[in-house]
């Protein structure tokens, strides 16, 4: 939303909006003052949509400039001026009409998962029950932050060892330092010294095997280098490896954990996976067009009717499940919105191009008014005009075009639909077509 608003101001900077609005903010003229427009409302009744570039591009307003360079009028024309800032901040950008086969659905069904190189499962290393939960779900979480505490017989048994074994290394230091100094006056034999020596390197072997023992459940290294017989209580502070948001819970105090069972997971679900099945049939067709580019989807969840997610096909498996006889298609799709979640089933048209070649443009590039569709071509500087096109077919992210564009035209397609709101300002009154 705050892009959108930022995309609207920048737009209505460059076209002129407050004087505009000053102007629908004031009651309709009667008298002599709206005369003025009456031979502009008069030209106006003819769309642009209608009229060649070159015309609409000569014309001078009731300013007495060309209208297209008039701040007040040039969406009358179906102009937009679009800084170059507004496309290097990534708020608009513009794209190509594009020879493509028409592609055919195949329809397959899947699973919404999390995108496993974006989240972290933290799970416990040994039995035990948990104490205390630290975070809930959907918290912001930090590198290193508390997130559950469990009290585990296992840990209290190794912090054990660990204390048992730090006081042998300090008595066998004792002794060696001892021995070492005797050695030193010759009054001890050099067999006596070697002993104590090798017992102290064998003490300090046992010490770093059972703080490693208690690093591998989750003991921080200075927490066990720290640990005295009155710290030590057999619990375990479970810690976010990483940064990110808590995507699910499975903690409650009081609740008896198994080892490596998954207690929360952590990470960015904005890009999740549909995990899909291929039958046999089809896995020939699908590989085959995979290799030369990946293929488009559009994924649908019974949580949100008639909506369609875009993904791409990034992996097919190179493995078939036994049981079902399918293989394992991937299809990657971006969540911003979070509204796919992990779990849902989900049904999936993996778009196969044909053999028919057609000229398309993105979706969001082709817009609407009173049953026609245009789209905004680049034609000098900052200026976009929005020119007629014919729709043909539809699918994924992609729209056929029947007629309109010659190719090769740069036209605007994210936040067209921006540069459409302000030229169709005035139908409601705004500027001169009062």
Known sequence: MRTKA??????A????????????????DTGAGHQNHEGHAEE??????????????ARICEHNKKTFECDECRYEIGVVKAPRRLFDEGLLKTTQAVRERVAQPLLLTG?????????????????????KVGVTLGDRVKKGQALVEVESITVG?????YLETKAALRLAESSYQRQAQLRKESISSEKDYLQAKQDFEAAQIRVD?????????????????QMTQGSAHGRLVLRSPVEGTVLTMHAVPGEVVKSEAPLVTIGDNSVVWVWADLYERDIARVTRLQADKRLVAAVSVKAYPGDEFAGIVDFVSPAMEEASRTVK???EVPNQQKRLLAGMFASVKVFLPGDEEVTTLPRGAVLDDEGRSFVFVHHHDDYYVRRPVSRGRAWADRVELTAGLKGGEMVVADGAFLMKSDVLRSKMGAGCAD
């Open 209 to 225: 095997s059972a703080i490693g023992k208690l690093t591998r459940m989750g003991v921080t290294l200075g927490d066990a280098r």
């Open 157 to 161: 048994e190794a912090e054990g060892s």
């Open 329 to 331: 298609v991937r299809v």
């Open 13 to 28: 900077a460059t076209m002129g909006t407050t004087a505009c609005r000053d102007k629908l903010s004031r009651p309709a």
């Open 111 to 131: 699973e919404v998962r999390f995108d496993e190189r974006r989240v972290t499962h933290v799970s416990v290393p040994a039995q035990g029950v948990v104490r």
């Open 44 to 57: 106006k009744k003819a769309s642009d949509l209608d009229q060649p570039v070159e015309s609409l591009f």
């Open 6 to 11: 930022l995309l609207c101001a920048a737009i």
